[in-house]
T-cell receptor, first 110, second 114 residues
Framework: RKEVEQDPGPFNVPEGATVAFNCTYS??????FFWYRQDCRKEPKLLMS???SGNEDGRFTAQLNRASQYISLLIRDSKLSDSATYLC???????????FGSGTKLNVKP | DAGITQSPRHKVTETGTPVTLRCHQT?????MYWYRQDPGHGLRLIHY???????DKGEVSDGYSVSRSKTEDFLLTLESATSSQTSVYFC?????????????FGPGTRLLVL
């Protein structure tokens, strides 16, 4: 079983739509969680960390559900520039190893 | 910007030749990583380093070796390149903050093995 699993998509949404991605992880001891954004042919870039209480950064909201072992990313009022692949990343505490999902592709269309 | 550079950015080589990729960081981070990224597989860890001369294997280490003789440089070597090693290679560092480690990536090296 993979450490981190994501729906690869693509999610095709119109501008202005709200879209949500989920990611499941297998290690219940995992402590740190992140969403990264990756544009075509570019390196992954940190979008936001995911905290236990949930957190928001502008149009982006991340949430953690420890009981069901998943994290989510909600994007409101989608922009064309949000088109990218979104990677879910998990880091068990006290280990400097990171486990990546394969990514969820988002296409925002005019 | 975590101050990570990779060289070369693109390389074409032939099967059986040795190849060395370089990752350079300017901010004295202890941990450095090499990943490869292939369609359908996401990012897979090849090797990582937790200090000068301290390295360990990741999940896809066969056919690769690494060296770290200075804090700022982490080298990845393909001793005898094969076509299956055609990939995009990303170097990363991890940075401590807010009671957690966070990874930052270099711009990547695109390697084609003919």
């Amino acid at each position: 079983r993979k450490e981190v699993e994501q729906d690869p998509g693509p999610f095709n949404v119109p501008e202005g739509a709200t879209v949500a991605f989920n990611c499941t992880y297998s290690n219940s001891a995992s402590q740190s969680f992140f969403w990264y954004r990756q544009d075509c042919r570019k390196e992954p870039k940190l979008l936001m960390s995911v905290y236990s209480s949930g957190n928001e950064d502008g149009r982006f909201t991340a949430q953690l559900n420890r009981a069901s072992q998943y994290i989510s990313l909600l994007i409101r009022d989608s922009k064309l520039s949000d088109s990218a692949t979104y990677l879910c990343v998990v880091n068990p505490r006290n280990f400097n190893k990171f486990y990546f999902g394969s990514g969820t592709k988002l296409n925002v269309k005019p | 910007d975590a101050g990570i550079t990779q060289s070369p950015r693109h390389k074409v080589t032939e099967t059986g030749t040795p190849v060395t990729l370089r990752c350079h960081q300017t901010e004295n981070h202890r941990y450095m990583y090499w990943y490869r990224q292939d369609p359908g597989h996401g990012l897979r860890l090849i090797h990582y380093s937790y200090g000068v001369k301290d390295t360990d294997k990741g999940e896809v280490s066969d056919g690769y070796s690494v060296s770290r003789s200075k804090t700022e440089d982490f080298l990845l070597t393909l001793e005898s390149a094969t076509s299956s090693q055609t990939s995009v290679y990303f170097c990363a560092i991890s940075e401590s903050g807010d009671n957690q480690e966070t990874q930052y990536f270099g711009p990547g090296t695109r390697l084609l093995v003919l």
